[in-house]
């Protein structure tokens, strides 16, 4: 760290940065600066100056709000207290909702337009329920830290520091109401804490041994880990189901075409093909998780042709391409993908490879503006182009969004 960390400036912060920063300059340099919203003039103190190119800073005082402002949601993680005390994962809680899902859409359209050469007029969509109106109590999971005392707490924003809280707001109240926050746990690394739509919330201590779960999405049922992925926010499962089936265009979906979900868990979307379409679609869906894909298999059991493989999908992928005969090379051209990478995005490799396989139709549900526009290119370069393009809120008062579009080949 050099000479200038902790020093104090005054910014004017103009435009939001991927990764939920506010960006301002000091003499010409870029200064990322968290807590700040475009359009307001800012006190911050430097965190970071290691870099020529650019610094970052935290906010410490507010000269000149914006109209958008308010008061922090959760307080743990609010302007007044120290920027090395703030808890993290909430870092749009002082942003009105509205002005959140603006923030939001921007992201998505600058990273569209920089790295695809595409203009979009896609809006973030809110997702239904009581939580709505204040983007509160959505998170059915949440994983907190254990300090050296034992106490339990996110950790602060890029850093390690785990800071105690008595409340997390953005947790379901199931979730809160079982969080453990008077207890102690000496020794442990992570609490998480978790509420299924089928039973109670639990406890996972540390790496204790998974057990097994049940949620419900609409009228259907999936088992996995509690340890497992599944969608945080409890209207994402349903409101991704019903994107997906939205998403693919039923003109060119044949059944009966080597289908697959990729990067696919324990099912989710893949049922959600196999909901659509009935139940002698076939699809294959493929996830690197041994565990998951157990669970898979016998989630899509009632479906004939689903079945469910365990392997990274990249090699997957190389494998077809490699021994894939004629006949095999027609039902994968035939194809719809639903693919669901981890936030890095699918990457060259596997866009690549499924540009050579040419599917009819790619469906790319993405955590990521930044990778997703990254993939849409590489695709473009395989003559696919950006059909349809959804972006959903499945993280309020945090900056990730999540969006779903469509692929097809000219």
């Known amino acids: 760290m050099g000479e200038n960390v902790g020093r104090e400036v005054e910014l004017s912060v ?181 509420a299924p739509t089928v039973g109670d919330a639990r406890l996972v201590l540390g790496e204790q041994k998974p057990s097994i779960i049940t949620e419900r999405v609409g009228e259907r049922t999936f088992r996995l880990d509690d340890t497992g992925f599944w969608q945080v926010h409890r209207e994402a499962p349903a409101a991704l189901t019903a994107a997906v089936q939205a998403a693919i265009d039923d003109a060119i979906f044949d059944p009966r075409a080597a289908n697959l979900d990729l990067y696919g868990g324990v099912g989710l979307l893949a049922a959600a093909v196999g909901d659509r379409f009935g139940p002698a679609t076939r699809i294959t869906t493929v996830e690197a998780d041994e565990r998951a894909t157990e669970h898979a298999a016998e989630n899509l059991a009632e479906w004939v042709g689903a079945a469910a493989v365990t392997a990274r999908v990249d090699r997957f992928l190389r494998e077809l391409e490699a021994s894939a005969s004629a006949a095999e090379r027609a039902r994968l051209r035939a194809a719809t993908v639903v693919l669901d990478p981890p936030r890095s995005g699918a990457g060259t490799e596997v866009m690549g490879a499924l540009g050579r396989l040419k599917p009819a139709q790619l469906v790319y549900v993405a955590c990521d503006p930044v990778a997703l526009a990254r993939d849409v290119a590489l695709a473009a370069e395989h003559g696919y182009r950006l059909a349809g393009l959804r972006a959903f809120d499945l993280f309020p008062h945090t900056h990730h969004v999540e969006a779903v579009a469509s692929l097809v080949r000219d």
């Open 14 to 194: 103009d435009r939001i940065a991927h990764g939920g920063i506010a960006v301002g300059r000091l003499d010409g340099r870029v200064v990322f600066v968290s807590d700040a919203i475009p359009g307001e003039r800012v006190r911050a103190r430097i965190s970071d100056d290691r870099k020529k190119s650019f610094w970052r800073a935290d906010a410490v005082e507010v000269l000149e709000a914006s109209e958008h402002r308010r008061e922090h949601v959760w307080a743990a993680a609010s302007i007044d207290r120290d920027p090395r005390q703030r808890a993290g994962g909430a870092e749009f809680g002082h942003i009105a909702l509205s002005h959140q899902r603006e923030l939001k859409r921007q992201v998505l359209a600058e990273a569209l337009q920089r790295m695809a050469g595409l203009s979009s007029e896609v809006r973030v969509e809110q997702l239904p329920g009581d939580h709505a109106a204040n983007g509160l109590g959505w998170r059915t999971r949440i994983r907190l830290h254990v300090d050296d005392e034992g106490r339990i707490g996110p950790m602060a924003s890029r850093s390690h520091t785990v800071i105690p809280v008595t409340d997390a707001p953005l947790a379901s109240p199931a979730v809160q109401a079982a969080i453990p926050f008077a207890e102690r746990f000496v020794g442990l690394p992570t609490v998480d804490v978790l």
